[in-house]
């Protein structure tokens, strides 16, 4: 058997055996697949109702030089997060931006305020 942390939740079990538990978001199950896969199989995960959108822009500049705007971004958008990936194998090199928000409206307009800074189609 187990001892559970302090602010845990077991979970049930229909095939007894050593429980298993919740924390917050992470799922702890017992290690014999017998039981583990009982337990799986009653489990109900939580489904976030709002979809995530993203949008993926590619620039042919170097991180260095859109700093600012990056950071700027990162202040005037805080619904939407933002990635950066440079290539600099590419010529001329390109920073790849992903941006994610789970909404839609957010997205857009951070989508063409960075477009309309960095001069992007």
Known sequence: AATFPVDAAPLETTSGGVPGFRLRNAYVLPG???????????????????PIHRTVLTVQTTEDRIRRT??????????????S???L????????????SRSA?????????????????
């Open 105 to 121: 409206p957010s997205l857009a307009e951070a989508t063409g305020w960075l477009r309309n800074q960095l001069a992007c189609p």
């Open 89 to 100: 194998d590419t010529d001329p090199p390109e920073v790849v931006l992903v941006l994610v």
């Open 85 to 87: 990936y440079p290539d």
């Open 32 to 50: 014999v697949p017998a039981e583990m896969r009982s337990m799986f199989r009653g489990l109900k995960f939580a489904v976030e109702c709002e």
């Open 70 to 83: 990056l950071e700027q971004f990162a202040v005037g958008h805080p619904a939407v997060r933002l990635g």
